[in-house]
């Protein structure tokens, strides 16, 4: 996979944090502040800026009340392929 294959990736990725957020009526600040993040950090996450580790998907999973799966809903990869 390119360097731009998972940009795109980490910017679906962001789109669905935002759409979870923005439904959940809260703020980057809001958000960060209920998964103990930095709000730089989550607007960097949701303009596919940052690459997320998994224990801050599990955070922001859980402070939005959802599975982790849910937030990787439609994100497609080539499985290897090149």
Known sequence: MS?????TE???LGRAIRERRMDAGLSQEGLADACGLDRT???GVERGERNI???NLLRISRALHIEPSELL???ATNNGEN
Request: a negative charge; charged letters at 20%; hydrophobic letters at 40%.
């Open 53 to 55: 580790g998994f224990k």
């Open 73 to 75: 809903l439609g994100i």
């Open 3 to 7: 360097e731009q294959d998972f940009m």
């Open 41 to 43: 950090y989550v607007g």
């Open 10 to 12: 980490l910017q679906q």
